[in-house]
Nanobody
Framework: QVQLVESGGGLVQAGGSLRLSCVAS????????MGWFRQAPGKERELVAV????????RYGDSVKGRFTISRVNAKNTVYLQMNSLKPEDTAVYYC?????????????????WGQGTQVAVSS
């Protein structure tokens, strides 16, 4: 089992920045792909960014490319999501995910482990 705990969400004005963190425990962190997904009310969970555990390959959702950056520090069992130039449409619950797959899945159904989520709200 892998346990994931997200932090860093909050309320920010449009154009601002936030950094989300997700700390993993229970398994060897460096052997897992990590991802961030988000879900807004009434919408399906969607890809934000993923990072692989072999080669560090990254993939981003089209709506966040150039604004968000995913990174990982294996020594800290932590994956980060730096979010810049935030927009009101980025408002959602952001979930951290982990999986052994390589390359990392881009659909949420491909991930085995999930955190509880952290709320991000962007005001206009």
């Amino acid at each position: 089992q892998v346990q994931l705990v997200e932090s860093g969400g909050g309320l920010v004005q449009a154009g601002g920045s936030l950094r989300l963190s997700c700390v993993a425990s229970g398994r060897t962190f460096s052997n897992y792909a990590m991802g961030w997904f988000r879900q807004a009310p009434g919408k399906e969970r969607e890809l934000v960014a993923v990072i692989g555990w072999i080669g560090g390959i990254t993939r981003y959702g089209d709506s966040v490319k150039g604004r968000f950056t995913i990174s990982r520090v294996n020594a800290k069992n932590t994956v980060y999501l730096q979010m810049n130039s935030l927009k009101p449409e980025d408002t959602a619950v952001y979930y951290c995910a982990a999986d052994r797959s390589n390359p990392p899945p881009i659909e949420s159904k491909g991930w085995n482990y999930w955190g509880q989520g952290t709320q991000v709200a962007v005001s206009s």
